[in-house]
């Protein structure tokens, strides 16, 4: 990503976020957070982070205020109060554990559910749990989120749709291995390039469309559930944006990093 950035005039120097201090700050023109590997594991020092940069006034893209919205899964009633259909979800906390599973199972008809905290990333503490499987020991003292397990997922995949300056680029769709249902590499999941169908991509546009920003990058997650495509997630800080499958061999990336750190200055 270096060398494509290069072509773009731009020197991209990997810092890790845990290691970005004031100094750092400023002496550099501009952060671009897409190495923030781990930030949910430690959410304060990342949200510490982005209001440091905020207070500098360092041009960022994402935005400050874009990076902070998507950190937290919480984003999804945003999404849907502005009427964007996402997996439905019910939030909560593990320490009132039996009280979240029994009003998600009454919710969601008694079916397999998905449990994980609402700051994560790369499938990091998320459960899938059966109709008589507790909450998992360590979801405690955690705000979480509940959804129920869509079986879609393990026929059709997720696909994932890129948008770079607010406009489609390309997409991709990620499959579990046998026997799992988890979508990552990291778990075996495999993935290829997709042409999406119109109704996966106007929920993907409705979604970014509410986005509290404009977005240099984006990554939006869905999900088709009998026919009816959900957002499962909308991903602003440290995604993959399977540039290998870029039309273009990344040039509109660049071109939407460029403008946003330009505009931002």
Same mark, same amino acid.
């Given at each position: 990503?270096?060398?494509?950035?290069?072509?773009?005039?731009?020197?991209?120097?990997?810092?890790?976020?845990?290691?970005?201090?004031? =100094?750092? @700050?400023?002496?550099?023109?501009?952060?671009?957070?897409?190495?923030?590997?781990?930030?949910?594991?430690?959410? $304060?020092?990342?949200?510490?982070?982005?209001?440091?940069? =905020?207070? %500098?006034?360092?041009?960022?893209?994402?935005?400050?205020?874009?990076?902070?919205?998507?950190?937290?899964?919480?984003?999804?009633?945003?999404?849907?109060?502005?009427?964007?259909?996402?997996?439905?979800?019910?939030? $909560?906390?593990?320490?009132?554990?039996?009280?979240? @599973?029994?009003? =998600?199972?009454? %919710?969601?008809?008694?079916?397999?559910?998905?449990?994980?905290?609402?700051?994560?990333?790369?499938?990091? $503490?998320?459960?899938? @749990?059966?109709?008589?499987?507790?909450?998992?020991?360590?979801?405690?003292?955690?705000?979480?989120?509940? &959804?129920?397990?869509?079986?879609?997922?393990?026929?059709?995949?997720? &696909?994932?749709?890129?948008?770079?300056?607010? &406009?489609?680029?390309?997409? =991709?769709?990620?499959?579990?291995?046998?026997?799992?249902?988890?979508? &990552?590499?990291?778990?075996?999941?495999?993935?290829?390039?997709?042409?999406?169908?119109?109704?996966?991509?106007? @929920?993907?546009?409705?979604?970014?469309?509410?986005?509290? $920003?404009?977005?240099?990058?984006?990554?939006?997650?869905?999900?088709?559930?009998?026919?009816?495509?959900?957002?499962?997630?909308?991903?602003?800080?440290?995604?993959?944006?399977?540039? %290998?499958?870029?039309?273009?061999?990344?040039?509109?990336?660049?071109?939407?990093?460029?403008?946003?750190?330009?505009?931002?200055?």
């Amino acid at each position: 990503m270096r060398d494509m950035l290069a072509k773009g005039g731009i020197h991209a120097e990997p810092v890790k976020w845990n290691e970005a201090d004031d =100094a750092l @700050l400023r002496g550099v023109d501009a952060v671009l957070p897409l190495i923030a590997w781990g930030y949910h594991l430690d959410p $304060g020092r990342w949200f510490d982070l982005l209001d440091r940069i =905020a207070f %500098r006034k360092v041009p960022v893209a994402n935005p400050v205020d874009v990076l902070r919205w998507s950190s937290d899964k919480n984003y999804l009633s945003d999404l849907d109060d502005k009427g964007v259909t996402i997996v439905p979800s019910i939030f $909560g906390h593990g320490d009132r554990a039996a009280e979240l @599973l029994l009003r =998600a199972r009454e %919710r969601f008809e008694g079916s397999e559910l998905i449990v994980k905290p609402v700051i994560s990333g790369s499938a990091a $503490g998320t459960y899938r @749990l059966g109709p008589d499987d507790p909450m998992p020991d360590d979801l405690s003292g955690k705000r979480i989120i509940v &959804q129920p397990f869509l079986p879609a997922i393990l026929e059709d995949g997720e &696909q994932s749709l890129i948008y770079f300056g607010g &406009q489609f680029s390309h997409a =991709a769709v990620k499959k579990a291995k046998p026997g799992d249902f988890r979508v &990552q590499p990291e778990f075996g999941g495999s993935e290829e390039r997709i042409e999406p169908s119109p109704a996966v991509r106007a @929920l993907a546009d409705n979604a970014l469309a509410a986005v509290p $920003g404009d977005t240099a990058y984006a990554r939006i997650d869905v999900v088709e559930d009998e026919g009816t495509p959900r957002i499962m997630e909308v991903e602003l800080v440290e995604p993959d944006l399977f540039l %290998r499958y870029a039309p273009d061999e990344g040039s509109a990336f660049v071109s939407a990093v460029s403008d946003m750190l330009r505009a931002s200055r």
